[in-house]
């Protein structure tokens, strides 16, 4: 009689559970435990890059489950794209705002139309997963850099590849562009930065100094300075941002 009410009890408490999973999986936690000054918390999936639009009304958040597209104000979830076969590492808008470029651990590059949501095409060429995509100031041009040691270059409005930039001895974490359009900086596994002619692909020189990878790299406004996030060599793997001027102000 005993083990009959255990085993009822065991079911009874199963049924429970999976009932109560989907309601508690359902309650919204976006404003939980916020601190102070914070509107939302965004992103389901976990979440790898985030960009605002032009125009500073939308934000796209590059996910392990696709892109969500979010109001900056109210952050109210407004689309999601899908499409990429595996999670999405990096998100940039067009200049004019009204196209997204994703880059995927799929290997692939996806345009998305930013106002509609609708797939325009995909980019294909890189052989290891894509961590970064940028487009150039007059959005004409897209580069690319990817685990598989390159940066790619592409029409933005073609999708034809330009050509390939090589150098670097290990992952590609990071590419930008200066604000003239003329350079791209790119940053790597291999603890460097590298600085190409972004016109002819010309490599034009590496800095150096970092001595372990540098995952982020970003040009100042008025295009003089760079800003590396790099990552020391201590047990704790705390970042360190540096800056380096590449020309006289």
């Known amino acids: 009689m005993m083990k009959t009410t255990l085993v009822s009890t065991f079911i009874l408490f199963i049924f429970s559970l999976f009932t109560f999973l989907p309601q508690a999986a359902a309650v919204d936690t976006s404003e939980w435990n916020l601190p102070e000054g914070a509107k939302a918390r965004l992103g389901k999936g976990s979440p790898n890059e985030i960009k605002y639009s032009p125009d500073g009304t939308k934000l796209a958040v590059a996910s392990s489950i696709g892109i969500w597209i979010y109001d900056a104000q109210t952050g109210q979830e407004l689309d999601l794209y ?20 994703t880059g995927s651990a799929d290997e692939t590059i996806r345009l ?66 200066s604000p003239d359009g003329n350079t791209i900086a790119t940053a790597s596994w291999d603890e460097t930065i590298r600085l190409w002619n972004a016109r002819t692909g010309q490599h034009i020189r590496t800095l150096t100094g970092h001595t372990k990878w540098v995952y982020s ?6 295009g003089n300075t760079i800003s590396q996030l790099g990552v020391m060599t201590r047990p704790s793997g705390c970042g360190t941002h540096t800056l380096e001027t590449i020309s006289e102000p």
Request: charged share 15%; aromatic share 10%; no cysteine.
């Open 82 to 101: 899908t499409g990429h076969i595996l999670g999405v590492r990096s998100v940039s808008f067009s200049p004019d705002g009204n196209t997204i470029a």
């Open 112 to 177: 998305w139309n930013a106002h509609t949501g609708q797939h325009i095409r995909t980019l294909t060429g890189h052989t290891r997963s894509v961590r970064s995509v940028a487009f150039s100031p007059d959005g004409n041009t897209i580069a690319t850099g990817s685990y598989d040691e390159t940066i790619r270059l592409w029409n933005a409005r073609t999708g034809q590849h330009i050509r390939t930039l090589t150098g670097h001895t290990k992952w590609v974490y990071s590419v930008a562009f």
């Open 217 to 222: 790299v970003a040009f100042s406004p008025d």
